[in-house]
């Protein structure tokens, strides 16, 4: 069953440089309990397409296409409809825990204000909640830490009470940004098995730059550049059959493969190169890829890939 | 523990302002006499050497500096500040009569304008760009642009006389006897508005854009999207997760600029004839009353060190994060 389908999903935004592209024309499926992971490199439109869908972003944002959850298009619904989906169907545990928990706000009151909103228990009982839910990412003493501010959490610790906010409201779906990023090895490990823990039981898009994130606990991975997707398979597919030379290249870029970086920068997204968007640093490329724009095509059952000559 | 150590530290600086008061005048050359004895002196009387040791003993000033210096504090704390020249009363007398009106003005004012700078600031960083952001912007622009004691002027000018509707000097009616205390105070209030007024009006301008300032930078940050990625309405998110952090430097500045409410308060009360400190501090130098100069500057500086200390405890209470760094 698909949970969410996004078609022809369009996000832009006008600045006085001129309209920035962040996200181009993108199809993307995620079905229920599945696991999505949106690769890419710095810039490339994830958290942009994250917030899109949370519709999140600012008022003079340009969003065309559709966005299908559940059968409605949350697109179309009014912003206090959407405000009932945003934490209690769909929640997005944003990049950054440090800055994206409130300072001055204690741990417990963070987590309860979602819990008392959406199915408005006492203040009581959703604190009680909150505790469950530290509990449930695994931050010992949740009856004490419930009652503590953010500085006075780890890293680690943050993103568990990042993770703990998501869930607490027991979401269909949730979008992790870069949910491992700036983790020593060890607590990103455990981030890992608790996220694993917690795909398990629903849907869930997981933005990274980390491949072998992505590895352990996606269905299926989609690979974006430059505002588009340019590839888009199972796990096991990209890792083992890649088609792309982006991807590729981003495989090649892993510390296990020799951590050969891709030549060149992405392009800005306001000044987008014309033909395929990965010509000026794609070793492949030829005329046909420096005049047209490569479509997405389905090139086996369930692998799409954009490339003339994959 | 935090709180205590703050109290030390204040103790401290109390005592430090204490002995500068005390070290200024004695680090002038010669001594509080001398200009009495100097034959080069042009002024009416003059005074015998054996006259002047007299007095010198009298005042405990040949007394060695260090003795000096614990009847200075001993006195402090006993709340004698010394004679007052102009108004021949103990300066602790003078001050004390006059605290009052002070107390009442700017107490009322800085309420008035730190909560209404607050509030106009909030309001307009949440319609930033709009109309209504725009309007308040320019109106409070222009308010600031005068100088307060020209808009001391200008109030008194346009609501005391051309419209007298407020009286434009004095605290209260002189003479008045009052039929009930309800009467009094009424009558109290009415001199207070032009003079309260001009305070606000010149000072909110600083708490109006600090608030501003302070409000759009929190509106961008990361945990206020947070907030609104749980669902939560604009309105709460303004209240629950925006007010108290954009707060924070509002509460820094304002103990920082109590120095300048006090130099507005002088200007005000000058014009308004208004009998409080600052007029005090106005009759003090033109009267040359050095001691009641340096009594009025003591409770001044202690003003600014406890708005400072209340400012501490405040920020102590808003911002968790201070309590442990
Ligand atoms: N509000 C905005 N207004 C204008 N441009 C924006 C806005 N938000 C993002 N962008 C631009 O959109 C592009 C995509 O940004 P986005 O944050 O989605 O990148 P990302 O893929 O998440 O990168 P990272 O991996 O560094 O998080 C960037 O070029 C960014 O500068
Ligand atoms: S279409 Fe051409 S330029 Fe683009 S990725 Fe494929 S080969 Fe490279
Ligand atoms: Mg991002």
New binding site residues.
Partial sequence: MTLLRISDLKTQ?P?PDGI?R?VDTIDLSIGERETLGLI??????????G?TLMRL??SS?KTEGTIIYKGTNLLKISEAEMRRIRGEEIAMIL?NPTTSLNPVMRVGGQIAEAIRLHQGLSKRDAKEKAIEMLDAVRIPSPSIRVNEYPHEFSGGMKQRVMIAMGLACNPSLIIA??PTKGLDVTIKSQIMKLLKEVTEERAMLI?T?DLGVARELCDRIAL?YA?ELVEYATTGEIFEDPLHPYTRGFLGSLPSNGLVPIPGMSP??INLPDGCRFHPRCGHATELCRRKHPDMIEIEDGHFVRCFHA | MHQISKLAYYFVIVLIILSINFSLPRAMPGDALSYLTDPGADIPVRMTEEKREILLAYYGLDKPLSEQYITYMVGIIRGDLGWSIYYSAPVLEVILGRLKWTLILVGTSTAIYITLGILLGATSAWARGRKRDMGLLISIISISSFPSFFLGILLAIIFGIKLDIFPISGAQTAFATYSSPLEEIFDILHHLVLPAATLVLSHIGGTYFLMRNSMLGVLGEDYIMTARAKGLSERYILHKHALTNALLPIVTMTAMTVGFMIMGTIFVETVFAYPGIGNLLYNAVSYNDYPLLQGIFLFLTIAIVGANFIADMIYIRLDPRVNHE
């Fill in positions: 935004f600045t920035v962040a890419g490199e710095t810039g490339c439109g994830k958290t942009v397409l917030l972003l600012q944002t990049q940004d870069e933005i730059h974006m505002g800005s997204l």
